[in-house]
């Protein structure tokens, strides 16, 4: 909402200078998005009156002036063909800086042509507020020496332009802004209550409202005999200073009503319209016309239209039609000043495509019970400015009820804004802003009808302290309560995520944040979209689904950065992905990605396989509490997996992680080059931790007896999973046997075709007593037994 | 040629012998030549039997002494003769230390999770507990709840991301900000509440200064007597706390937000040092975040009572604060992942910010 300074001082008596308005408007929660003071630049300039005006002697152009400036008499050489004595100049003095030539007058006086010369007489365009060159500005009126060119020029006044919030329609009317101010104790509040016009007939024009749901009350009024020339000068001003550009004098008063008093009007031309206006529902086809913005509008029964019995004239509260919009032509107009239901009006708006002024003011809220000020205001300024004779007013249902009273207990304004103010300051700022106060235990406040915000108590204690001012509510440190043992906050689920990041992060992956939403052909790749997550309106093509994978932008991103020469980057982002639209259809994971790069380094360096990639998988899953010592690893991962090349890591049928080379057709798919490895921790799947009362561990028992080691070689299916044999080993003599390590695994030479050699060492350790050969024998051969039932033979 | 004599030559030879050993081996042969069974001086000591007590009487001791001396040479002549040998397998062992070592692959934390951390540590201590929520939301927790009536103006200001509903089904959206999680807090838990609801939100709007995505954290207070002096006060020791600084001049405006009432916008003082902000003190207010009292409405749609109940509510954007602290002077890398970008701007994973040793 735009307004200007001078404007605001026709309904508000004060002497704050702009930036102390800002501050008041700041203050009182009319939040100044810009203010443009054009005054501002010129305020070094200054009217000066030249007394007299001599042909330079040695200059033919030049002239020798004497000037009276605020300054005092001054000499100055002009070049201006125009200067002579006894006209008003714009004078500047030594040292000013001319914005229109780029640069500032010396600060001492300059000789031209021998004559000392102490300031300037500028041209508007010199000072940047005009076009005119053709001579140094020629100031018609009387202006006494000193006047601020700005004055003289007509360019001092500010435009405000400041953000509305939505509860407060009434701030978008210059004189709702001035009410205001002056309850924040700004100024005072100097418009009176609005004059009417007596009319001189009776209205000619009847208005029926057929449906009151949207168009309760309709006001209206004839005037006959208008000239519609131009509106007068400053009206044009301010307009034009808020962006409106000024017509003719019938549509600037409309709007300069709707800007003044919030109040959107509408002005018909008597010769196009009927006897009789209805507010009624649109009929479709029947009721198309064209709009004052020339597109065709074809209004359903959703949406209000103002017709007459011939056709439809409007879309009511919108926007009126061409077809009985005035011009230049127009003597005989009808006013309309009606009332539109918001919902409707903001359905009807949204349906049809349409935006206006109006639209703006209905749906936010227009004070119902201004429809016949609206009409006086108007009638005022046409007949000041375009002459001709008003009729009665005419009004047409009535006012939508005034918000119920409220029950307010001024004890409220203390428990919730911790500030102590008296009843009667209270009173006083409710009665500024226009409430009536029934003062008692507890009180009634009756809401004005401009503020059809305010419901409750609430809404009386956002004011009062609004105008109280926020800055005295007092500041009261926020601590922990007395008395409770401290606690820390944060979630199993939360300290997941921080030690899994930091896992990854220790590992040589950077952490990235990467968008929530890929695109849909993507997701396809990784097991595709989840119901419910697909965006009605995504910000891009790229980005129109949810994605149910982390890895989708970090294989992308390392494709990236190897395209920038970044071969080896390491990603890993924790974070959402999305299985479904419920709130537990998001999950939270740790996805990480690498390329398949062998380091070049002095001491030799293959390069990472899927094994390094497990690592990473499980050192995530272990920092996040996960049982890695329990975990089984199948090689079934998803199709976006390399399907020779992945893992899963489970607890049963729980999947806790996959890991292992990206599938070549999906990092294909993703234009990715070359092979990459990647992990996806699942956080969701860990199982909860126990809690134990007491955080101590059992005893440390540590034998002194040696452990013994023994090595075994075993044949078996190159295709059969190694950890099954393992895990037979393992389980050969559970309570001895304390860790199974493989330390060689070959093929070739000596190993049928088709099989594998796996050498482990078993370390056994005794627990009671050093063990005799004879039991290690036994233990041995438990260990080959339990190794041919998972299908591997010793090797001879 | 007396006994004595013939001792004092022989240990001028052997001793000479054993200087000029050059070897452990040639040392060993000169023990073995003196000292061994049949050596030179073990000969004589076995003759000492066969001498008369005056002889042996001067003999014994000088044979002994002698063998001392000699033995002691001979170990002096060892440890020098093994020095010797282990510094020239030492130096024939030498490496050029000055090569690199190996390159490890650095890692690093991201700066909007490293200010989320700050955060829960700030208002951890303030008592705060951290809560979540899903970012795939239904109208009612984003809105309705939030006492944005359906199809009012203030849900104009969330440019919001609509999924596709089903036929007949109101539409879920991405939520546009963290303030459904007071809704599910409200909903779940008994007051007194405090929480922060730090995560990802979303806004159709994509330029200079907006990112489709964004974080926000969401604070809320609800018992029976914290009041608008509580919330200035969390806030100005939010900011002092965080920014690490001690003077924090700050105003709070009035403003409007559906949800709580009264509301506010909090502005601070800072100015330009170079590229850097510095947050405190300066010339200009800069904005950084929204709050208020929670609206009865809200408090209502969460089956409490707003006679009873009341409290606060304050909502900040999570990656403009890290730029105000650490520098960023772009949002858009925030969520371009640049291995360049994240080491500059990233935190080692051995940080963790907390009370005793700090936050970054």
């Known amino acids: ?546 994605r149910p994978t982390a890895l989708i932008h970090l294989l992308t991103s390392v494709q990236k950065s190897a395209d920038r020469g970044f071969d080896d980057a390491r990603f890993f982002e924790a974070g959402p992905i999305y299985l479904n639209d419920a709130p537990d259809g998001q999950q939270t994971v740790v996805a990480g990605v690498r390329r398949v790069v062998a380091a070049r380094d002095w001491r030799g360096e293959g390069a990472p396989d899927v094994f390094d990639i497990k690592a990473d998988a499980m050192a995530a899953l272990e920092a996040a509490g996960a049982p890695v010592d329990k975990l089984q690893v199948t090689a079934d991962a998803r199709d976006h997996w390399h399907p020779g090349r992945s893992g899963v890591l489970r607890l049963g049928p729980k999947v806790l992680a996959e890991f292992g080379e990206i599938h070549p057709r999906t990092l294909k798919a993703l234009d990715v080059d070359g092979r990459v490895l990647a992990f996806e921790v699942f956080l969701d799947a860990i199982p909860a ?106 090797r001879g | 040629m007396t006994a004595s004599s013939d001792l004092d030559a022989l240990e001028a030879r052997l001793s000479a012998d054993i200087e000029a050993a050059s070897d452990l081996a040639a040392l060993d042969a000169l023990r073995v030549g003196a000292l061994g069974k049949k050596g030179e001086v073990s000969l004589k000591m076995r003759e000492l039997g066969k001498m008369s007590p005056e002889e042996r009487q001067v003999m014994g001791p000088a044979l002994n002494g002698l063998k001392d001396r000699l033995n002691t040479l001979l170990e002096t002549r060892k440890a020098t003769l093994e020095d010797a040998a282990m510094n020239a397998a030492l130096a024939s062992e030498s490496v050029d230390v000055t090569r690199p070592v190996k390159r490890e692959a650095q890692g690093s934390l991201h700066p909007v999770a490293q200010v989320m951390e700050e955060l829960a540590v700030i208002f951890a201590d303030m008592g705060f507990a951290v809560a979540e929520g899903p970012d795939v939301e239904d109208d009612f927790h984003n809105f309705t709840a939030l006492n944005f009536p359906p199809d009012h103006p203030a849900r104009d200001t969330h440019d919001t991301f609509f999924m596709k509903a089903a036929e007949g089904e109101t539409a879920k959206v991405l939520r546009t900000h963290t303030s459904p999680v007071q809704i599910r807090t409200m909903l779940n838990s008994k007051p007194p509440i405090r929480i922060i609801a730090p995560g990802r939100v979303y806004r159709c709007d994509w330029d200079q200064t907006h990112t489709p995505m964004f974080h926000q954290v969401e604070g809320l207070v609800i018992d029976k007597e914290t009041h608008m002096g509580h919330l200035k006060g969390c806030l100005m020791d939010f900011v002092a706390a965080f920014f690490e600084t001690d003077t924090v001049e700050a105003r709070f405006r009035p403003h409007h937000f559906p949800f709580t009432e009264p509301s506010a916008e909090m502005d601070v003082r800072y100015e330009r040092v170079g590229d850097a902000v510095k947050v405190g003190s300066g010339d200009k207010w800069m904005e950084i975040l929204g709050c208020g009292m929670v609206h009865p409405n809200v408090i209502k749609s969460c089956g409490l009572d707003p006679e009873e109940y009341q409290g606060f509510a304050f909502g900040m954007g999570v990656d403009r604060l890290a730029m105000l602290k650490y520098g960023m002077p772009d949002l858009r890398p925030f969520f371009e992942p640049d291995a360049r970008w994240l080491s500059h701007y990233g935190f080692s994973p051995l940080l963790q910010a907390n009370l005793a040793t700090g936050l970054s």
């Open chain 1, 1 to 546: 909402m735009k307004f200007t300074y001078s404007w605001l001082k026709e309904h508000l008596d004060t002497d704050l200078s702009l930036a102390q308005l800002d501050e008041a408007m700041t203050m009182a929660g009319l939040e100044i998005e810009e203010i443009e003071d054009p005054g501002a630049k010129l305020a070094e300039f200054s009217t000066a009156y030249v007394k007299d005006a001599q042909p330079h002697p040695d200059a033919d152009k030049l002239r020798v002036c004497t000037v009276e400036t605020r300054d005092g008499i001054k000499q100055i050489v002009c070049g201006a063909p125009n200067a002579r004595a006894g006209m008003t100049a714009i004078y500047a003095p030594l040292g000013a800086y001319i914005p229109g030539l780029d640069f500032s007058l010396d600060k001492k006086p300059r000789k031209i042509r021998g004559i000392e010369s102490h300031g300037m007489m500028c041209s508007t365009k010199e000072i940047e507020a005009g076009e005119d060159h053709d001579g140094i500005a020629d100031l018609k009126g009387d202006w006494p020496v000193g006047t601020p060119a700005a004055e003289a020029l007509g360019l001092n006044d500010p435009v405000i332009d400041f953000e509305v919030t939505p509860n407060r329609p009434d701030w978008l009317g210059v004189y709702g802004i001035a009410r205001d101010l002056a309850a924040a104790g700004a100024g005072t509040l100097k418009t009176g209550p609005v004059k009417k016009v007596p009319g001189s007939f009776p209205c000619p024009v009847t208005v029926k409202l057929d449906w009151p749901e949207a168009c309760p009350i309709f006001a209206g009024r004839v005037i006959r005999g208008v000239k519609n020339g131009p509106s007068p000068e400053w009206m044009q001003k301010r307009l034009n200073a808020i962006g409106i550009k000024p017509k003719n004098l019938l549509v600037d008063v409309t709007n300069y009503v709707s800007f003044d008093y919030a109040r959107p009007l509408h002005v018909y031309d008597m010769a196009k319209i009927g006897p009789v206006l209805y507010a009624r529902k649109g009929r479709g086809e029947a009721d198309q016309h064209v709009a004052l913005d020339e597109k065709t509008y074809t209004p359903s029964e959703s949406h209000c239209v103002i017709a007459d019995d011939e056709r439809a004239l409007g879309l009511g509260g919108i926007m009126g039609g061409q077809y009985s919009g005035c011009s230049s032509d127009t003597t005989d107009v009808f006013i309309e000043s009606a009332w539109f239901d918001p919902a409707i009006i903001r359905k009807s708006a949204r349906e049809l495509g349409i935006d206006s002024d109006a639209k703006y003011r209905f749906e936010r809220g227009v004070d119902p019970e201004s429809p016949v000020d609206g009409i006086e205001l108007a009638t005022a300024l046409i007949l000041e400015y375009g002459g001709g004779e008003a009729s009665d007013v005419t009004v047409s249902g009535t006012a939508p009820a005034r918000p119920d009273d409220i029950i307010f207990d001024p004890a409220r304004i203390k428990r919730l804004l911790g500030l102590e103010l008296s009843e009667d300051r209270i009173e006083e700022i409710l009665v500024s802003l226009g409430f009536g106060v029934t003062r008692g235990e507890r009180w009634t406040v009756s809401v004005p009808s401009w503020r059809r915000d305010c419901a409750q108590q609430a809404d009386l204690i956002e004011d009062v302290a609004r105008i109280a001012g926020y800055d005295n509510l007092p500041v009261v440190s926020f601590r922990r309560p007395e008395g409770e043992r401290f606690e820390a906050p944060a979630t199993e689920l939360q300290n997941r995520v921080r030690a899994a990041r930091r896992s990854a992060a220790n590992r040589g992956y950077r952490e990235a944040i990467t968008w929530s939403f890929c695109r849909s052909d993507q997701a396809d790749l990784f097991g595709g979209v989840g119901e419910g997550l697909v965006l009605e309106n995504p910000i891009s093509s790229e980005l129109d689904v949810m």
């Open chain 1, 689 to 794: 931790t126990k809690k134990k009362a007491l955080k101590a561990r059992p005893p440390l028992e540590l034998s002194g007896l040696m452990a013994v080691k023994r090595d075994y070689a075993f044949l078996m299916d190159a295709s059969a999973p190694s950890a099954e044999l393992i895990k037979a080993v393992k389980g050969a003599e559970k309570q001895l046997i304390t860790d199974v390590a493989l330390f060689d695994v070959y093929q070739g030479q000596g190993v049928p075709e088709g099989q594998v050699s796996l050498a482990l060492e078993v370390t056994i350790q005794p627990t009671d007593k050093t063990l005799t050969d004879k039991e290690i024998e036994a233990i041995s051969a438990k260990i080959i037994a339990n190794a041919q039932k998972a299908g591997a033979s010793l």
